[in-house]
């Protein structure tokens, strides 16, 4: 989170994955915890969590089948409490294909929500695309282009105020980490 003060992540075991949160306290971090099953939905895959710069929204992508078929993106608000999450919600259908979506990343200067996906007009493989618009439900996307996709799999874009990284396999079909300048997170995504 941006205060430093809790971390999400996923992690796999039995062919299953699951989205976790760590807290910080007295400088020291819990041991994870899953998330509720609002999140974490019995049986099905959920991974890629992205936590919103204010804490009240969790980005993840799920195979769930309430979903529109491989992995979509999906959203659950904060409740009351601190690790309370509400029922999550799909995307829709603009953003989520019969393909693969994964790897949200939620820009709250921009409002915009970046993504990978196999099932939007692209490069080829995993392409990095942004949606964008007054609701996720109905918004626009666009694909980000070279130099940020390619004919290989690009995934796992974020950015902060100067910096940004993704990944990508296009360089002997192995997954390394790319960095570029960022010089106003909202300008770079909007042009």
Same mark, same amino acid.
């Given at each position: 989170?941006?205060? +430093?003060? *809790? =971390?999400?992540?996923?992690?796999?075991? #039995?062919?299953?994955?699951?989205?976790?949160?760590?807290?910080?306290?007295?400088?020291?971090?819990? !041991?994870? !915890?899953?998330?509720?099953?609002?999140? #974490?939905?019995?049986? %099905?895959?959920? !991974?890629?969590? #992205? @936590?919103? $710069? *204010?804490?009240?929204? &969790? =980005?993840?992508?799920?195979?769930?089948? $309430?979903?529109?078929?491989?992995?979509?993106?999906?959203?659950?608000?904060?409740?009351?409490?601190?690790? *309370?999450w509400?029922?999550? @919600?799909?995307?829709?259908?603009?953003? #989520?294909?019969?393909?693969?979506? @994964?790897?949200?990343?939620?820009?709250?200067?921009? /409002?915009?929500?970046?993504f990978?996906?196999?099932?939007?007009? /692209?490069? /080829? /493989?995993?392409?990095?695309?942004?949606?964008?618009?007054?609701?996720? =439900?109905?918004? $626009?996307?666009?694909?980000?282009?070279?130099?940020?996709?390619?004919? %290989?799999?690009?995934?796992?874009?974020?950015?902060?105020?100067? @910096? +940004? =990284?993704?990944?990508?396999?296009r360089?002997?079909?192995?997954?390394?980490?790319?960095?570029?300048?960022?010089?106003?997170?909202? &300008?770079?995504?909007v042009?």
């Amino acid at each position: 989170t941006r205060d +430093g003060l *809790q =971390f999400y992540f996923s992690s796999c075991k #039995n062919k299953l994955c699951r989205n976790y949160e760590k807290y910080k306290t007295d400088g020291d971090w819990t !041991k994870p !915890k899953v998330l509720n099953d609002y999140v #974490n939905e019995l049986n %099905s895959n959920s !991974k890629h969590p #992205n @936590i919103s $710069s *204010q804490g009240d929204t &969790l =980005f993840f992508s799920s195979d769930r089948s $309430s979903g529109f078929g491989g992995s979509d993106l999906w959203m659950s608000l904060r409740g009351d409490s601190s690790d *309370q999450w509400l029922p999550a @919600i799909n995307l829709g259908a603009t953003i #989520n294909t019969p393909e693969e979506e @994964i790897t949200p990343f939620f820009s709250s200067h921009s /409002g915009m929500l970046i993504f990978s996906s196999t099932g939007h007009v /692209g490069y /080829g /493989g995993f392409d990095i695309f942004a949606a964008s618009g007054v609701s996720f =439900f109905e918004p $626009s996307i666009y694909n980000l282009g070279v130099p940020y996709n390619s004919p %290989s799999d690009d995934l796992y874009f974020t950015i902060s105020d100067s @910096i +940004g =990284f993704m990944t990508s396999n296009r360089r002997e079909n192995n997954h390394d980490i790319f960095s570029f300048s960022v010089p106003d997170e909202e &300008l770079f995504l909007v042009t």
